[in-house]
């Protein structure tokens, strides 16, 4: 079992590269609307198709995003793990999940109502800026794998 270190002071999420651009009086903003919660391995943190009203920040452990098409299960290709974020659906109409996140190891991850997220957001745009560079590159970069593995032949026997 992971021995979690729980956040005692904002400085302590200046680390992340989703806070490193933020000063602390903006952490402390960003922290006051979240709460720490712990996930055991096979635990869902949200479900595809589901509300979505929050968004999660590992901080700790790994976490697997499945995405259902068709019957069929798909997941990307290495798990998220400290510092990424699932859960955007919660911040973009019509607020619903698209696809599930399962804890794979003890997880422990910062939840933020994502109805409190859009009003910070709102009050203090760099906050905002910040959060959304962080998660826009993130995806950028997942999309980016997922088009070099597609272009890869299938190798020949």
Known sequence: ????????????????PLFSRLNEEQLRKFYSICREETFLPGATLHQQGEPADHVFIILQGQVAEELVVGGRVLSPLKPLSAGDVTGCSALFPPNVHTCTARAITEVNSLVVDASKMRKLFDEDCEIARSFYRHVIGALHHRMRSLELIGAQKPSEN
């Open 1 to 16: 079992m992971a021995e979690f270190v729980f956040i005692k002071d904002v400085s302590q999420l200046a680390p992340y």
